[in-house]
Structures are given as structure tokens and as C-alpha cells.
């Protein structure tokens, strides 16, 4: 009788494991989701005064229904008390694809980070950052140091990522905003790392933090794909 019980606990850890498992995502593509939610999202102005020309950084924890519905998005550690105006900001956002498990759908509970720029209203930017060595440069110079370390099934990797040059035109806050390809997020990221500073966005005349969003598109299916890319493209 114990072996029979092993024999069966054994089978349902089994069909638990090979559970075909497909995790909930927004119905239209992630950074257009990120950028209404932003815009959507009203942070007032004494918060804008205070975290001027900086970063907030916020933990969004939601559940998604069976249906696909958002229900009770809150901040975590919610010491600005934005948890009500984020509620307000998903009233009028797309539903998501809910989370399913072998075909059917269920709850799920999702967390992810969003990073809002406040930019200083008091600082008109003049002029707007950009690579030292110019735009066309910079994509040469960042797909030459892409590695993809393994065999892709995209027929195009699609990322967009968002930084901030500082004013010393070093880039930093880092974050990607949407990826069909998650596995090389921290590709995207390590590379940005190593690149040259930019030129600085001004403001009457003086260096001025900005935000910038870097799309990335290669059409490739594998790293002898992307190596002949990289062939052509820096010919």
C-alpha cells in the first residue's frame, strides 16, 4: 500500500511538471501597455516637484482574472500613496491575455517594475541628446557587441529599451520596456553598458538629464543569422 501511494504521488508531481503553462500578457504589445499606463497615470504636482529631473521607481502587483481583467492593481510599499491613481490609470486599459494552463484559462497574480521619468518643467530642453559619433554609429557600434548565445526561434528580435543620459552623457537607468525575445534582455542591457557616452540633451545652455528610448529590430533566426547580419550591416 505505501509503494502504491509513492507510485501515485509520483504520477501527479509528473502531470504537474509537464503542465503546458503560458503566462498572462496584455492583448497589444508590452511597450505601447507601459507608454498608456504612463500616460494614463497621473502623478501630482507636488510629487513632480519633488522627484524632479529624477527616476520614481514603482512595484505594480496586479491580478489577472480568468477573463482577462485587471483586478485590484496596488504599488507595493506604496509610501507616496499612488495606489489610487494607478487604480484610475488601469479603468481605462486593454484587457490581458489571461494566464492558461493546459488550455484553460486562470487567475494569476503579476508584478512588474515601472520606471516614470519626471522631467523638469523648469528646464525647457534646448537640444536633445544623441550619440557622440552620431545615431548611425551607435547602431553599428551596439550590434557588433550583440552576442545571441543560443539558437532563437524569433524571425525578429523586437526590443525596446529606455535609458537616461546623464549629464555628464553616460547612459544609466536601464530598462527594457517590451521584448519578444526575454532571454536576451540582459544582452540588450550589457551591452548599452559598455557603450560610449553621448552628448548631453541642454537647457539654456547647460547639460540636463534626459530619457531615451532605443528600439531594437534584427531580422534573425539564429547566431549564424545574426553573425552574417552583423557581415552586411558593418560592411
Wanted: glycine share 2%; net charge positive.
Amino acid at each position: 500500500m505505501k509503494n502504491l501511494f509513492l507510485v501515485v504521488v509520483f504520477i501527479f508531481c509528473a502531470i504537474k511538471t509537464n503542465a503546458q503553462i503560458i503566462e498572462a500578457t496584455p492583448t497589444i504589445p508590452t511597450n505601447e501597455y507601459v507608454d498608456l499606463l504612463t500616460e494614463k497615470f497621473i502623478i501630482p504636482d507636488s510629487i513632480k516637484q519633488k522627484y524632479a529631473n529624477a527616476d520614481l521607481n514603482l512595484t505594480i502587483v496586479l491580478t489577472i482574472t480568468k477573463e482577462g481583467s485587471v483586478f485590484n492593481p496596488r504599488i507595493k510599499n506604496d509610501s507616496l500613496q499612488l495606489t489610487s491613481n494607478l487604480k484610475k490609470a488601469f479603468e481605462t486599459l486593454p484587457k490581458w491575455n489571461p494566464k492558461t494552463e493546459n488550455g484553460n484559462a486562470i487567475t494569476a497574480l503579476k508584478a512588474f517594475n515601472l520606471a516614470i521619468f519626471i522631467p523638469d518643467t523648469k528646464n525647457n530642453i534646448t537640444t536633445n541628446a544623441k550619440p557622440v559619433d552620431g545615431n548611425e554609429n551607435f547602431y553599428r557600434q551596439f550590434i557588433k557587441k550583440f552576442n545571441v548565445p543560443y539558437q532563437i526561434n524569433q524571425d525578429e528580435i523586437k526590443i525596446l529599451v529606455r535609458f537616461i543620459i546623464e549629464k555628464d552623457g553616460s547612459i544609466s537607468n536601464i530598462a527594457i520596456l517590451g521584448s519578444n525575445e526575454p532571454k536576451l534582455n540582459n544582452e540588450v542591457i550589457r551591452v548599452l553598458k559598455t557603450m560610449p557616452k553621448w552628448k548631453p540633451a541642454t537647457a539654456n545652455g547647460l547639460p540636463v538629464r534626459s530619457d531615451f528610448k532605443f528600439p531594437i529590430m534584427i531580422k534573425v533566426r539564429n547566431q549564424k543569422d545574426l553573425d552574417y547580419y552583423k557581415k552586411q550591416f558593418l560592411q
